[in-house]
């Protein structure tokens, strides 16, 4: 896998023509660097899906350009696209999408065949992954023996056989209930963080906020505000840096939820690091936020 | 094992119920219309069962006559000397023979009669299953599945030509849809035309090393007032005239029986991918060449007719073991010639029922079947 970067520039899609068209999405223009997680949130039908099947080489815009590393995606004959998908994007769907017919090795391996591997090289290549998913048990088995969230780390799993640099996953948690669900943000993160590859995930679930680097959210076909996510080094909590309570110290920029947040980490630093800081005042504070904030991750 | 083979055989194997309305409807549609050849060709094969297994390698009628079915053929029983007498003739065997009324019981029916001489060589049953093979003065060597519908055997009593015969002996394969088989003696035949020295047919076996073709030839060049086939002629000419008075009929309910057979394979393996189209849809998100998809669905439907093709063979074969037992006068004989031309337009109406679909997907937004399926 090769560290690449995403750019949107200025990206319009239209379906039909004439009264009857439709703008999905309209001038758009994002850059998604590696190793980032990317989330975009918005309404049904703000053009969420529509903008990353073009980021995923699944659908050309009307105008504007894609460029995966300097490749201008949409300028590509259609011929080349599959190879790109199979080669270069991961992709991760609410409803799985797995394949009934064969087990889920199989179904992991099949992706790896389709890019020009071996078939004893997939299998062993699918296990590895599925082993390391925590599905080493299961590999034979088909997807409907599987609860959703094995399923959807089934899904995991085939987006990344090829080695991907990009992730895109279009509500990846929908189905699934939220311990499960927390648990397959946990695996979209770890995958952004350690192993370096660009996550753009588009979901309404809002506790994703808590995993995304970066937050856009896309109405009527355009990015109405832009949100960057910080965590508040005092309770854990994401925090819009927009937003949130901002120090700057030392060279180094913190976020926090509160002022309360700000002084302790103020007073902590102050103490000469002679406080306890395995709880960091964090259950006090958030008897006091979690009205306040009901929206934000529960740490 | 590809990874077009491993998904085509496991689409189609893996669910129970995919695959008996897959395999199941090819099956049933394939052994309707590999029934109705099988019909088709037995029907065709009855017509000429008595000329084609009477021994004989040239047949001389009267002249004019080249069938048996409706036909007169008289002659003055000299002929059979005269045929004798040709270099290349090594037995000339007189039969007498006319289409008559037989009945037994509160059956009746068609017979093709054949009067045999005490010493015949040719021209008699070929497989008697109970009883003598060559009546005795007043008998008579019937169908044995006439005798079962008449409910009548050895011993019993059956009516032709106007008297009654006492059942001497019972044959298997002598009768078609439309006739049987019966023999009598060649003098009590004689007897009830008034003893008039006549032949109907003179069968003729050729020496060793003869063409029957060269003898027939010298036989109609030296012997007047006659017709001379080989065996094989005279068969085609029975056959031809056979199917143009019931073969329409046949023909028509086989090339329907085909047309609603080949719909129906058609139609199961249209339904049978698109009931995966979303699947196809996302491995076309996922970036699988539509090269691929186009492999795993021809395959998939090639898999189908190959094995409801077999299982409709082992259907037919089963029907046309099953059915003559069933006390019908029908035969279901496969004939290779009906297995290449059902195998070979099964498996293109298939493919181009496959492509159907496969070119919706192929045409579908990626991204709307990943997404919300098809």
Same mark, same amino acid.
């Given at each position: 896998?090769?560290?690449?970067?995403?750019?949107?520039?200025?990206?319009?899609?239209?379906?039909?023509?004439?009264?009857?068209?439709?703008?999905?999405?309209?001038?758009?223009?994002?850059?998604?660097?590696?190793?980032? =997680?990317?989330? +975009? @949130?918005?309404?049904?039908?703000?053009?969420?899906?529509?903008?990353?099947?073009? @980021?995923?080489?699944?659908?050309?815009?009307?105008?504007?350009?894609?460029?995966?590393?300097?490749?201008?995606?949409?300028?590509?004959?259609?011929?080349?696209?599959?190879?790109?998908?199979?080669?270069? #994007?991961?992709?991760?769907?609410?409803?799985?999408?797995?394949?009934?017919?064969?087990?889920?090795?199989?179904?992991?391996?099949?992706?790896?065949?389709?890019?020009?591997?071996?078939?004893?090289?997939?299998?062993?290549?699918?296990?590895?992954?599925?082993?390391?998913?925590?599905?080493?048990?299961?590999?034979? #088995?088909?997807?409907?023996?599987?609860?959703?969230?094995?399923?959807?780390?089934?899904?995991?799993?085939?987006?990344?056989?090829?080695?991907?640099?990009?992730?895109?996953?279009?509500?990846?948690?929908?189905?699934?209930?939220?311990? +499960?669900?927390?648990?397959?943000?946990?695996?979209?993160?770890? =995958?952004?963080?350690?192993?370096?590859?660009?996550?753009?995930?588009?979901?309404?679930?809002?506790?994703?906020?808590?995993?995304?680097?970066?937050?856009?959210?896309?109405?009527?076909?355009?990015?109405?505000? =832009?949100?960057?996510?910080?965590?508040?080094?005092?309770?854990?909590?994401?925090?819009?840096?927009?937003?949130? +309570?901002?120090?700057?110290?030392?060279?180094?920029?913190?976020? #926090?939820?509160?002022?309360?947040?700000?002084?302790?980490?103020?007073?902590?630093?102050?103490?000469?690091?002679?406080?306890?800081?395995?709880?960091?005042?964090?259950?006090?504070?958030?008897?006091?936020?979690?009205? =306040?904030?009901?929206?934000?991750?529960?740490? | 094992?590809?990874?077009?083979?491993?998904?085509?055989?496991?689409?189609?194997? !893996?669910?129970?119920?995919?695959?008996?309305?897959?395999?199941?409807?090819?099956?049933?549609?394939?052994?309707?219309?590999? %029934?109705?050849?099988?019909?088709?060709?037995?029907?065709?094969?009855?017509?000429?069962?008595?000329?084609?297994?009477?021994?004989?390698?040239?047949?001389? $009628?009267?002249?004019?006559?080249?069938?048996?079915?409706?036909?007169?053929?008289?002659?003055?029983?000299?002929?059979?000397?005269?045929?004798?007498?040709?270099?290349?003739?090594?037995?000339?065997?007189?039969?007498?023979?006319?289409?008559?009324?037989?009945?037994?019981?509160?059956?009746?029916?068609?017979?093709?009669?054949?009067?045999?001489?005490?010493?015949?060589?040719?021209?008699?049953?070929?497989?008697?299953?109970?009883?003598?093979?060559?009546?005795?003065?007043?008998?008579?060597? *019937?169908? !044995? !599945?006439?005798?079962?519908? %008449?409910?009548?055997?050895?011993?019993?009593?059956?009516?032709?030509?106007?008297?009654?015969?006492?059942?001497?002996?019972?044959?298997?394969?002598?009768?078609?849809?439309?006739?049987?088989?019966?023999?009598?003696?060649?003098?009590?035949? %004689?007897? !009830?035309?008034?003893?008039?020295?006549?032949?109907?047919?003179?069968?003729?076996?050729?020496?060793?090393?003869?063409?029957?073709?060269?003898?027939?030839?010298?036989?109609?060049?030296?012997?007047?007032?006659?017709?001379?086939?080989?065996?094989?002629?005279? %068969?085609?000419?029975?056959?031809?005239?056979?199917?143009?008075?019931?073969?329409?009929?046949?023909?028509?309910?086989? *090339?329907?029986?085909?047309?609603?057979?080949?719909?129906?394979?058609?139609?199961?393996?249209?339904?049978?991918?698109?009931?995966?189209?979303?699947?196809?849809?996302?491995?076309?998100?996922?970036?699988?060449?539509?090269?691929?998809?186009?492999?795993?669905?021809?395959?998939?439907?090639?898999?189908?007719?190959?094995?409801?093709?077999?299982?409709?063979?082992?259907?037919?074969?089963?029907?046309?073991?099953?059915?003559?037992?069933?006390?019908?006068?029908?035969?279901?004989?496969?004939?290779?010639?009906?297995?290449?031309?059902?195998?070979?337009?099964?498996?293109?109406?298939?493919?181009?029922?496959?492509?159907?679909?496969?070119?919706?997907?192929?045409?579908?937004?990626?991204?709307?079947?990943?997404?919300? $399926?098809?």
């Amino acid at each position: 896998m090769g560290a690449l970067t995403l750019d949107v520039d200025h990206v319009t899609k239209r379906y039909g023509d004439g009264e009857t068209a439709v703008t999905a999405v309209r001038d758009v223009s994002l850059a998604v660097e590696p190793g980032e =997680i990317v989330l +975009i @949130m918005g309404p049904s039908g703000s053009g969420k899906t529509t903008l990353l099947s073009m @980021m995923g080489a699944l659908l050309r815009p009307t105008t504007g350009a894609i460029h995966l590393d300097g490749t201008a995606l949409s300028e590509l004959s259609e011929s080349r696209l599959p190879a790109i998908r199979l080669h270069q #994007f991961g992709f991760i769907f609410q409803d799985f999408n797995l394949l009934s017919a064969l087990t889920i090795r199989e179904n992991v391996a099949l992706v790896a065949e389709l890019a020009g591997l071996k078939r004893n090289t997939a299998r062993e290549k699918a296990t590895a992954i599925l082993t390391e998913l925590g599905l080493g048990a299961r590999l034979d #088995f088909l997807p409907e023996k599987l609860s959703g969230g094995e399923k959807q780390r089934v899904a995991i799993a085939r987006a990344l056989i090829n080695d991907p640099a990009l992730i895109l996953a279009d509500e990846p948690t929908a189905n699934l209930d939220s311990k +499960i669900g927390h648990e397959i943000m946990r695996l979209l993160r770890g =995958i952004a963080k350690e192993q370096g590859r660009s996550v753009v995930i588009v979901s309404h679930d809002q506790r994703i906020r808590d995993i995304a680097d970066r937050i856009l959210w896309l109405e009527d076909g355009m990015f109405k505000d =832009i949100v960057t996510m910080a965590t508040d080094p005092v309770c854990g909590m994401s925090v819009e840096t927009d937003r949130a +309570i901002r120090d700057e110290r030392d060279g180094e920029t913190h976020w #926090f939820c509160s002022r309360g947040c700000r002084q302790e980490y103020l007073g902590t630093l102050a103490a000469d690091d002679s406080t306890d800081s395995t709880d960091g005042g964090r259950s006090a504070w958030r008897r006091v936020l979690d009205p =306040i904030l009901p929206r934000q991750g529960r740490g | 094992m590809s990874a077009t083979w491993l998904l085509a055989r496991r689409n189609l194997l !893996r669910n129970r119920a995919r695959l008996v309305v897959s395999i199941g409807g090819v099956a049933l549609a394939l052994t309707l219309v590999l %029934a109705l050849d099988a019909i088709f060709e037995g029907v065709s094969r009855q017509m000429t069962s008595y000329i084609d297994r009477s021994g004989a390698e040239i047949w001389v $009628g009267q002249a004019g006559v080249r069938n048996l079915h409706m036909v007169a053929s008289w002659m003055p029983d000299s002929v059979t000397d005269d045929v004798l007498a040709i270099e290349g003739v090594a037995a000339a065997e007189p039969i007498l023979y006319t289409t008559d009324a037989i009945s037994a019981g509160d059956e009746r029916g068609w017979a093709y009669v054949i009067g045999l001489t005490s010493t015949a060589s040719m021209g008699g049953p070929w497989d008697v299953v109970e009883g003598a093979g060559q009546p005795g003065p007043g008998e008579a060597v *019937i169908d !044995r !599945r006439f005798a079962q519908r %008449a409910g009548v055997g050895l011993g019993d009593q059956v009516t032709m030509l106007g008297r009654d015969f006492r059942i001497a002996g019972l044959t298997e394969g002598t009768a078609s849809l439309v006739n049987s088989v019966a023999f009598v003696t060649f003098d009590d035949f %004689a007897a !009830r035309r008034g003893g008039d020295p006549v032949v109907s047919f003179v069968l003729v076996g050729t020496a060793d090393g003869v063409s029957p073709d060269a003898v027939a030839l010298a036989i109609g060049s030296r012997v007047r007032g006659v017709s001379v086939q080989t065996t094989e002629a005279f %068969a085609a000419s029975e056959k031809r005239l056979g199917l143009d008075m019931s073969g329409d009929v046949i023909s028509i309910m086989n *090339i329907i029986g085909f047309i609603v057979g080949l719909a129906v394979v058609a139609l199961t393996v249209y339904v049978a991918t698109l009931a995966l189209r979303r699947e196809y849809g996302s491995l076309k998100a996922f970036g699988a060449p539509t090269g691929y998809l186009y492999s795993v669905v021809l395959t998939q439907a090639a898999l189908s007719v190959v094995i409801g093709f077999v299982a409709g063979i082992a259907v037919t074969a089963a029907l046309s073991a099953i059915v003559p037992r069933a006390g019908v006068n029908l035969e279901l004989a496969i004939s290779g010639e009906s297995l290449v031309k059902v195998g070979i337009v099964a498996a293109v109406i298939a493919a181009l029922a496959a492509l159907l679909p496969i070119r919706q997907i192929a045409g579908l937004d990626p991204a709307v079947v990943a997404r919300e $399926g098809v």
